[in-house]
């Protein structure tokens, strides 16, 4: 009597596995990849990539980090983003995982 109940046992189980969805690789691979934060370093990144990445900043703001880079020469913290016209606190803290430096 055990034994079928065992038997039942495992047949249940092998049935609730086999009903489970299946996912590729491929189908995990575009899903991390969607999840994925792109990150932008700030002090190579043409304006059209920084606008392009960085929530709130448009392409004029993005020249202004480029032209502000330019000038000064590159950003060695975030904080020094600030600096440029344009981005302030709410901004950088927006995008504060997407930039690198």
Same mark, same amino acid.
């Given at each position: 009597?055990?034994?079928?109940?065992?038997?039942?046992?495992?047949?249940?189980?092998?049935?609730?596995?086999?009903?489970?969805?299946?996912?590729? %690789? +491929?189908?995990?691979?575009?899903?991390? *990849? /969607?999840?994925?934060?792109?990150?932008?370093?700030? %002090? +190579?990144?043409?304006?059209?990539?920084? *606008? /392009?990445?960085?929530?709130g900043v448009g392409l004029k703001k993005a020249q202004a980090i480029v032209d502000y880079r330019d000038t000064h020469g590159p950003f060695k913290t975030l904080d020094d983003l600030l600096k440029v016209k344009g981005i302030g606190v709410s901004t950088l803290a927006k995008n504060k995982d997407k930039i690198s430096l």
């Open positions: 009597m055990k034994s079928i109940k065992w038997i039942i046992v495992l047949l249940s189980t092998s049935l609730m596995l086999l009903s489970l969805p299946s996912y590729s %690789n +491929n189908q995990l691979n575009i899903a991390a *990849a /969607a999840t994925a934060v792109k990150v932008v370093d700030v %002090n +190579n990144a043409d304006a059209k990539t920084i *606008a /392009a990445q960085l929530k």
